[in-house]
C-alpha cells in the first residue's frame, strides 16, 4: 500500500454518488419529445384510402417494409390505422375472403395520437397501456408524422451512446 494512502475515516465528507443513467435520466421529458424523435428520422407518412383493399394495403405494407398505414380519406383527415395485426384478426374471421375487404373493414377507427410537444415517455406510455406500437402525430389535426416503439428504442439508443462517448472524453480528455 502507499504510503500516501489514508483509509477513510468516520468524519471524512462523503462525496456524492455519480450515476450515468437513472430513472430521472432515462425518463426525462424535458431532453426527449416527440418533436426531437421525428427531427432524426424520416418523416414519411405512409397513408391508404378507405375504399381501398386490404390486398392493396398488404402490398404497400410489404413495399415500404412498414407495419402500419394512416387510413385518410380525400381531404388527408384522419379517420383510422391499419396495422399488421388488424390483418390478421380479419384473416382469422374470414380466410380465404379477406383481402378482397375494404381497408375500412378492418382498420381501427380510434387512433390514439401525440404532438411533437408530448414527451416521449409518456407516448411510450400510452402505446404500452394500449398495447398498439405506432401513433400518429399531428399539428393541428393534420398528421405530420408517426412515431413507433422501435423509434423510440432507437432514439433512446442513440442518446445512452452520445452519454457513454461524452463519459469517455471526459474520462480520457
Not at 454518488?17 to 426531437?36: F, H, L, P, R
Not at 415517455?121 to 398498439?132: C, H, I, P, Y
Amino acid at each position: 500500500m502507499p504510503s500516501s494512502y489514508q483509509s477513510p475515516t468516520r468524519g471524512d465528507k462523503k462525496s456524492p454518488i455519480m450515476y450515468s443513467q437513472s430513472t430521472v435520466t432515462n425518463t426525462s421529458s424535458e431532453s426527449a419529445t416527440i418533436g426531437k424523435l421525428l427531427a432524426g428520422k424520416k418523416n414519411a407518412v405512409h397513408s391508404i384510402r378507405p375504399q381501398a383493399t386490404l390486398h392493396e394495403a398488404v402490398e404497400l405494407l410489404r413495399e415500404k417494409r412498414i407495419g402500419a398505414l394512416l387510413v385518410l380519406n380525400a381531404q388527408g383527415h384522419l379517420l383510422g390505422i391499419l396495422s399488421e395485426r388488424d390483418i390478421v384478426r380479419k384473416l382469422a374471421e374470414a380466410p380465404g375472403e379477406t383481402l378482397a375487404k375494404q381497408v375500412q373493414d378492418a382498420m381501427t377507427p380510434k387512433v390514439e395520437t401525440c404532438t411533437t410537444e408530448e414527451p416521449l415517455v409518456s407516448a411510450l406510455q400510452r402505446m404500452t397501456d394500449g398495447r398498439f406500437r405506432h401513433m400518429p402525430v399531428v399539428d393541428n389535426e393534420r398528421v405530420i408524422g408517426m412515431v413507433t416503439v422501435g423509434d423510440a428504442v432507437n432514439y433512446r439508443l442513440l442518446e445512452l451512446e452520445h452519454e457513454a462517448l461524452q463519459m469517455k472524453q471526459l474520462i480520457v480528455g
